[in-house]
Structure formats: C-alpha cells, structure tokens
C-alpha cells in the first residue's frame, strides 16, 4: 500500500473533516472580536493572555453540547426550545439574538469597510457596501454544499494572527510567566476588559449556529438523526464532533491569543493603550511593525468577517425559520426557502442601515454585548437542560465532564453579565 493511498484513506476518515465545529470557531474571532483581543493586548500587556487558556475548555463544551444537539435530534436548536420550553423563553431568546446580531454585523462591516479603506484607498462606506452584497450574494445564490467549502478555506485567514507573531520579537519568557501568572489590579478598566473577553468568545450566535450546521450536514450527506440511526454510525459521528468541535475551539482561542500577544508586543509596547476600531489597530502596526505585519492584519480582519458575517445572519435566521416553521437551509434556493433568505437579508440590510444612522459601530458592538450577555446565561442553561434531558437526547445525554465545564461556564457568563450592569 502507497504513501498516497494511505493519505487519501486518512483524509476521507470523518475525523479528519473540517466541519461545523471550526467554521464555527473561526466565525467566534469575527472583526468585533479582533476590536475586543486587540484593546486587551493594548491596555494590557501579556497579561490578558490568561483569559484565553481559561475560556478554551468552557467555550468548547457549550460548543459541543450544540453540536450533539443538532446531530442527535435531526434539529436545530430552536425547534429543540420549541418543543421542550414554554413558547416565551424561546421568543425572547431568538427576538433578542436577532436584535444582537444585527448590531454585531453592523459593526463588523463596519470594521471591513474601514480596513478595505486602509489598503485600497475606496471610501470605507463604499468598501461596507460591496461586502454586503458579496456575503448576501454567497449565501443566497450558492448552494450550501460549494458555500460551505469556501467557508472552511477562510479559515485558512486566521493564520495572518499566527504569521504576525513571527514578524516582531517576542520575549517568550515573559509571555509564559505572564500567561500563568498574570500580574494586574483587578478595577473598573480591567473587569471591563475580561467580561468584553469572555462575552466574545463564548457568544449565543455561535450556539444556533453549530447546531444548525450539523443538522445541514447530516442532510447533504443523506443521514438521519442519532436517535433514529445505528449505534455504529452514532459511535463515530460523536467522536467526529468531539474532534471538530474541540479543535476548532482550540484553533479560534490560540488565534485569540496570538492577536492578544501581537498587539502587547507591538502596541502597548510603543505606549498605544487605546484601540477603538480594528482600522486603528492596523494602522497603529505599520509604523511600528512594519507594512507586513500591517498587511497580514488587515486580511486576517476581511477573511474572517467573511465568515462571520454570514453565520451571525446565518444563525438568527436558522432560529427564526424554527420558531415559524419555515423551511430553512443553506442548500435551498431563494424561492424554496423564501423567509428564511428573507430574514438573512434583512439581518444585513439593517447592519448596512446602520452605518448611516448616529449609532457609531463602537455603540453598535457595545449594543450588541449588553443584549448578548443578556441572552448568554439563559440560552446556556437551557441548553444544558436538554443536553441532560433523555427524553430529548435518548441515550446520549451528555458526559458529566462536559456538563460541569458547561455548568461552570454558565456561572463565569451569569458573573460577567452582572458585572458589566452593575
């Protein structure tokens, strides 16, 4: 048997698939986030770099508990909510996360625009208004089996964060100790800045999103739900989620991380504490990096609002579609699943609105976070009931490992919701 054989048969191995569970982490570090990873490494040095090693674990297990979900179910998460909860918990968690959407892509175009400008000169209203239509065209007029591919080759944009690394000095001493032993005084700015952390990485959009996926994937590829298939297919879709899932999380908080320890090495570093727009944190790098690693910046910030923009509409229409009983999936056309394009579209007309209106897109993302940590902790705690629930998921509730972590993440977003209001 040949090399080439024996790579082609590891390749087409379901373990080794790009699949929901990496879209979805690289959707997590959107435009906004970057805003978000760049002030903490601003403001603060190394020692942000503690938030990512913790958030890893509890992002990745709300993730995966999504994922099984979907997968176990046949269905998304909202037509789980539906069907287990009282029809105003489920209207007021979608009807806010369409809300918190909205302003988030508003700020990410915002965020595109504005870097599109930095490199080509165009007016960043003008550059907001062309990906509008590029994420709109992708995602109504491309079936989802081809979207879906170009989605996993931009995750291949988050590398830029990685690649910047090796373009500066970096004393990795001081990271290390700095990561584990983090030195700061926990006031106002500080909380300020871990609860914006936490509220990025961990976000509701992300969990109708990977729920989603999985019921898109299980029927491109002509499956049925766990509960109703065999217990063989079962035992390799869940460690196929497992693998996707953590390893997409893994790869969406080392990014985080690197974007953390290349705006300390460079920018807090030449005294630059305050970062209001990822326009901002790009330039304020050439100067002081160099046009390379300003240049790796900005296509990493464009790559991954490519993504993300299409999965924050993405998910709030998934959600929609299950609330109404609409029809709802990527592989649809335009005329088959006319509401469900219908509330993608108008997702993004909105955020586009936006950017002519006196919400500034730093209110927008501010908007967008108050309305998310509103959401956060009820949405996580229902999903931990139906992942534990065996009239929901049969016999494959959830581990008591991933439960806890999920538990655990669900107390670290109800004390930085509190936070952030109080």
């Known amino acids: 048997m040949g090399i080439k054989h024996i790579w082609v048969q590891i390749k087409a191995h379901p373990m080794y698939k790009i699949g929901p569970g990496f879209v979805t982490g690289v959707a997590d570090d959107d435009p906004s986030g970057i805003i978000t990873y760049s002030q903490a490494g601003a403001q603060f040095g190394f020692n942000m770099l503690w938030t990512m090693p913790v958030a890893f674990p509890l992002m990745s297990a709300i993730q995966l508990l999504c994922a099984r979900i979907g997968r176990v179910t046949g269905r998304g998460l909202a037509a789980n909510i539906k069907e287990h909860f009282p029809p105003g918990v489920l209207f007021f968690l979608v009807t806010l996360l369409f809300i918190a959407n909205v302003l988030n892509i508003a700020a990410d175009v915002a965020a595109m625009g504005e870097v599109a400008e930095l490199v080509t000169g165009i007016n960043w209203h003008i550059m907001t208004g062309v990906f509008v239509v590029l994420t709109l065209t992708m995602q109504i007029l491309i079936p989802y089996h081809r979207y879906v591919n170009f989605l996993k080759w931009l995750t291949l944009s988050l590398l830029a964060y990685i690649a910047v690394i090796f373009t500066v000095e970096v004393p990795w001493k001081d990271v290390l100790w700095s990561t584990f032993l983090p030195i700061f005084t926990l006031d106002a700015s500080a909380a300020a800045v871990i609860v914006a952390v936490f509220g990025t990485t961990i976000s509701p959009y992300l969990f109708f999103w990977q729920a989603s996926q999985e019921v898109e994937d299980m029927k491109l590829h002509h499956q049925v739900s766990l509960l109703d298939g065999a217990d063989s297919v079962a035992k390799t879709e869940l460690k196929r989620i497992q693998w996707d899932t953590w390893g997409g999380m893994l790869y969406s908080n080392l990014t985080a991380y690197f974007i953390i320890l290349a705006t300390a090495v460079t920018l807090h570093a030449a005294g630059i504490t305050d970062i209001n727009n990822a326009a901002q944190a790009a330039s304020a790098l050439k100067p002081i990096a160099g046009n390379f690693t300003f240049v790796l910046f900005a296509v990493g910030i464009l790559g991954v609002g490519l993504i993300g923009v299409p999965v924050l509409a993405g998910s709030a229409a998934y959600a929609m579609s299950e609330v109404f009983n609409w029809r709802s999936s990527l592989e649809d056309t335009a005329l088959e699943a006319k509401r469900f394009y219908a509330v993608i579209a108008l997702s993004v ?61 669900t107390i670290v977003m109800a004390i930085a919701a509190l936070w952030m209001f109080l």
């Open 349 to 409: 007309l909105m955020a586009l609105v936006i950017q002519y209106s006196p919400i500034t897109p730093m209110k927008a993302l501010f908007w967008s976070a108050v309305i998310n940590g509103v959401v956060a902790v009820p949405l996580m705690i229902v999903i931990l009931l139906l992942s534990t629930k065996s009239s929901v998921m049969g016999v494959f509730v959830a581990s008591k490992m991933i439960v806890t972590l999920g538990w655990i993440a």
